[in-house]
C-alpha cells in the first residue's frame, strides 16, 4: 500500500478533535504563538501521527486549527 491509499483510510477529523489538537498546541507552547509557530508547532505533534506523515496535513486543517487556537481563551 503505498503512503496515498494509507492516508485514505482514515476519516477526516471532526472539529472537535481539530479543537483538541489547537487546545494541546496551546497548553504546551502557551497562547500567544504567532501563526508561522503555531503551524511549526502543529506540524510537529502531528507528524508521527498515522495518515498526517509526510505531507498529510492539509492547509484545510491548519486553518480550522488556527483559528480553534486564535479562539481559545482563558
Same mark, same amino acid.
Given at each position: 500500500? @503505498?503512503? #496515498?491509499?494509507? /492516508?485514505?483510510?482514515? $476519516? $477526516? *477529523?471532526?472539529?472537535?478533535?481539530? /479543537?483538541? =489538537?489547537?487546545?494541546?498546541? /496551546?497548553? @504546551?507552547?502557551? $497562547?500567544? *504563538? #504567532? /501563526? ?5 508547532? %502543529? %506540524?510537529? *505533534? %502531528?507528524?508521527?501521527v ?10 484545510? *486543517?491548519i486553518? #480550522? ?6 479562539? =481559545?481563551?482563558?
Amino acid at each position: 500500500m @503505498d503512503d #496515498s491509499q494509507h /492516508r485514505n483510510i482514515f $476519516p $477526516p *477529523l471532526t472539529s472537535e478533535q481539530i /479543537r483538541e =489538537l489547537a487546545t494541546a498546541v /496551546r497548553d @504546551d507552547f502557551g $497562547p500567544s *504563538l #504567532s /501563526r508561522a509557530i503555531f503551524i511549526d508547532h %502543529l %506540524l510537529m *505533534l %502531528l507528524e508521527d501521527v498515522p495518515g498526517f506523515e509526510a505531507g498529510g496535513i492539509t492547509t484545510s *486543517l491548519i486553518e #480550522s486549527a488556527w483559528v480553534g487556537y486564535a479562539g =481559545l481563551t482563558d
